[in-house]
């Protein structure tokens, strides 16, 4: 890790446990090195998948924000903040993701949140082997809609 992350403090807000939807909407991407027609792919996995719902459990939420945040990117376990700050309702993260063979991602998350709800925009910059550097931004609106 690049520096030590910020944690979450005792007296900073925490989601509450529940069943969840959130609404993912694509504000950028960028890839000029990708083969023709992979970006518009992206663009469109990206559009077909902008909402889903998830539990979110008693034990996820005990274990705070920061392990919420390394568990949203799909390379969890080979991601490292180089800072995590989430107090006074607002969050404000980089992590670095480096998947073998598949390069490294730097991601930083910037939001707000209540107990019951968050909108979180998230920056996604690298390089992908065989298709050159990436960018990526989108916007994640989260809210408790019941129990699990």
Known sequence: MAGAATRLGEEGMRPQAGQYRVTTELLEFSMPGAP?????????????????EYCLTQAEVDEGYEEMARRSQEAGENCSFRRFDANGGNIDAEMV???????EMTVTMTGRGTPTSSVMETRLTG????????AMRARATHERIGDC
């Open 36 to 52: 023709a027609g992979a970006a518009d792919m992206i663009r469109q996995q990206m559009a077909e998948n902008q909402g889903s």
């Open 97 to 103: 993701c480096a998947t073998p063979g598949q390069g």
């Open 127 to 134: 390089s992908l082997p065989g298709m050159g550097e990436m």
